[in-house]
């Protein structure tokens, strides 16, 4: 029998603190009506691996839509999906270090982040401008950095939309490599919690793991 017939239950939850899986909910129920008091710990959705996916969704169908004239209906939608997916994976992924942050050091932990991610916006922008220019001659390339494509030529346009071609696919490869890498540090996060807290592990569905050790058990 567990001490004090308490059980830890570490539960899958939205920040608003809603339950998202129906498998969560019948094990509450499942322990309330064989008399275990719940210990409930609340665990953070994977935001990281929806983010990555949904970004990289959104650059694939600008990759696979852009042309010299392309749809603006079909391009609006890409870059609504990259911003949706990245917006996602900056929240997960701040949530994620800054939990892990001690209490007394969140200030510098955040100074670092922030540091990183504006470097990582800097270097990004200009390896993004370096490829989408790659294509071009010179005097054409000085055109697209002062900001006057209007007065390039058919042959330059179609140079360009190559190297914008280029851009989207080292975007999409970036994204599939961002989401596996938070797919694997989920999967550790798992392990880690399994190893600190028992060796019940039981994983309900796809959007839902359920944790649960008896307390002295």
């Known amino acids: 029998m567990a001490k004090n017939n308490t059980i830890t ?17 019948a ?28 970004t990289t969704g959104g650059l694939v169908v600008l990759l696979l839509s852009l042309r010299a004239s392309p749809s603006y209906v079909v391009i609006a939608l890409g870059l609504l999906l990259s911003g949706l997916g990245t917006g996602i994976f ?3 992924n701040t949530t994620a270090i800054m939990s892990r942050a001690p209490a007394d050091r969140l ?3 955040n100074g670092v982040r922030l540091m990183v991610q504006n ?5 990004g922008t200009a390896l ?18 002062a900001g006057d494509v209007a ?30 890498a938070s797919h694997g540090d989920s999967d550790n996060r798992l392990r880690r919690l399994v190893r600190r807290h028992g060796p019940a592990v039981t994983p309900h569905a796809a959007d839902a793991v359920t944790v649960t050790h008896v307390e002295g058990g």
Do not use: E
């Not at 470097?119 to 270097?123: A, K």
């Open 119 to 123: 470097c990582g916006i800097v270097i």
């Open 151 to 180: 007065h390039l030529s058919a042959r330059h346009t179609d140079q360009l939309v190559t190297g914008y071609r280029w851009a989207l696919a080292v975007m999409v490869l970036a994204a599939i490599v961002g989401g596996f």
């Open 107 to 109: 200030g510098i932990v």
């Open 9 to 25: 239950l570490y539960d899958l939850q939205l920040a608003s603190g809603c339950t998202i899986s129906p498998f969560v909910w």
């Open 27 to 54: 094990t509450k129920y499942a322990l309330k009506h064989k008399g275990f008091d719940i210990d409930v710990v609340p665990g953070g959705f994977t935001g990281g691996r929806v983010g990555s996916v949904v």
């Open 128 to 145: 993004v401008l370096a490829l989408i220019t790659s294509p071009l001659d010179s005097s054409a390339r000085g055109n697209v950095y």
């Open 90 to 92: 900056l929240t997960a």
